[in-house]
C-alpha cells in the first residue's frame, strides 16, 4: 500500500515582510501615478476654462467695434449730460432686493442700489449670467470654475458653494469720464502699453483660494483677489495706475503644482498660457510676478 504525504510550506516572517513592503511601495506608486493622473486633468480643465473665456472675449470684440470687455462694473458721471450712466462687466452687478431701482443714465449715482460681483452662492451664479461674456460661453457655467479650484474651496475651505475661481486684469478697468466709453480697444491697445508687447499682458488668471497664503500674504498679495466680503470682485487688482495702487497688491492664485512648485494659470493678451511659478526664497518670502504680469512687464 502506497502512502503520499503532502508537504506544505508556509512562509516565513522574513518573507511575509518582504511581500507586505513590496504591496507598500507598489500602492505608494500607484496613488502618486493617480494623484499626478488627476493633476494633469485639473490643469488640462483649467487650461481650456481660460481658452474659453478668452475666446469669448474676442467674440465680444467683434460684436462691439473691437471693445475689450471691462474687468469690472462701475459707473462715471458724463460731463456732457450730467448724468451717471453704467459699464457692464464680464462679470456683472445684479440688482440688490432690499434697494430696488436702479436706473441709467441717472443724474444720481445708481451703483449702490447694485450688488457688486462675488464667486460664492446663488448671487454669483446671477452675476455670471448678467456678465456680459456669458451669451459667449454658451451658458457653459463650468467655464468659470477650475476643478482643482473647487476641491479645494469644498474639501480643504469648507465653502462647497464656489461657482468662479478665476479673474480679470484690472488693467482693463478705468474708463473715460469725458467719452463714457472704455479706453480699453483692441485696435488701439498698442497706444496704452508703449514698448510693452500684447504677449506680456495678463488678460485672465486663476484667483487665490480665500484662506491658501493668509500667513504670508504680505509677500504675496492679497489674500485673495477681491475686494467685498462676501468673495471675489471678478478684478484682479495689480493693474493700475501707480497712484491707485497700494500694496500688498492682489495676487493670482497659486493653486496647481508642477515639479514641486505651485503655479497659476493665466492667459495673455495674444491668447498664450503660461503657468505662472511660486518661488519660495525663504521662509517667509516669495517670489510672485503678478504685478509685472498685470502691468505688461512680465
Not at 459707473?75 to 440688482?95: C, M, P, R, T, Y
Not at 449670467?129 to 477650475?146: I, K, M, N, R, V
Not at 495676487?251 to 519660495?280: C, M, N, W
Request: hydrophobic share 35%; aromatic share 12%; net charge positive.
Amino acid at each position: 500500500m502506497n502512502t503520499r504525504t503532502t508537504i506544505c510550506r508556509a512562509f516565513t516572517l522574513i518573507e511575509l515582510l518582504i511581500v507586505i513592503v513590496i504591496i507598500a511601495l507598489l500602492a505608494g506608486v500607484l496613488v502618486s501615478a493617480f494623484s499626478r493622473i488627476k493633476e494633469n486633468g485639473w490643469s488640462a480643465k483649467c487650461r481650456a476654462n481660460l481658452k474659453t473665456l478668452y475666446q469669448a472675449a474676442l467674440n465680444h470684440e467683434n460684436d462691439h467695434g473691437q471693445a475689450i470687455p471691462y474687468a469690472g462694473p462701475y459707473e462715471l458721471l458724463s460731463i456732457l449730460d450730467g448724468k451717471w450712466h453704467k459699464f457692464d462687466a464680464w462679470v456683472n452687478w445684479i440688482q440688490n432686493p432690499n434697494q430696488p431701482g436702479a436706473s441709467w443714465p441717472n443724474k444720481d449715482p445708481q451703483a449702490g442700489y447694485m450688488l457688486r460681483p462675488t464667486c460664492f452662492g446663488p448671487n454669483a451664479v446671477s452675476n455670471i449670467h448678467a456678465g456680459t461674456l456669458w451669451e459667449y460661453t454658451s451658458h457653459h457655467l463650468d467655464a468659470y470654475l477650475c476643478p482643482k479650484f473647487r476641491q479645494l474651496e469644498r474639501e480643504k475651505y469648507g465653502r462647497p458653494d464656489i461657482v468662479r475661481s478665476y479673474v480679470m486684469n484690472g488693467f482693463f478697468f478705468f474708463g473715460d469720464s469725458n467719452t463714457n466709453n472704455t479706453s480699453w480697444w483692441a485696435r488701439n491697445i498698442q497706444n496704452h502699453l508703449g514698448n510693452r508687447e500684447p504677449s506680456r499682458l495678463l488678460f485672465f488668471a486663476e484667483m487665490q483660494p480665500a484662506r491658501q497664503y493668509s500667513g504670508c500674504s504680505a509677500n504675496i498679495g492679497t489674500t485673495w483677489a477681491g475686494n467685498d466680503t462676501d468673495g471675489n470682485d471678478g478684478v484682479l487688482n495689480a493693474g493700475r495706475p501707480a497712484s491707485e495702487i497700494v500694496a500688498p497688491y492682489e495676487s493670482v492664485g497659486f493653486v496647481h503644482k508642477y515639479s514641486g512648485q505651485y503655479r497659476a494659470h493665466t492667459i495673455f493678451l495674444d491668447g498664450h498660457i503660461e503657468a505662472i511659478p511660486l518661488v519660495k526664497i525663504n521662509a517667509s518670502t516669495y517670489s510672485n510676478r503678478t504685478f509685472s504680469a498685470c502691468n505688461g512687464y512680465y
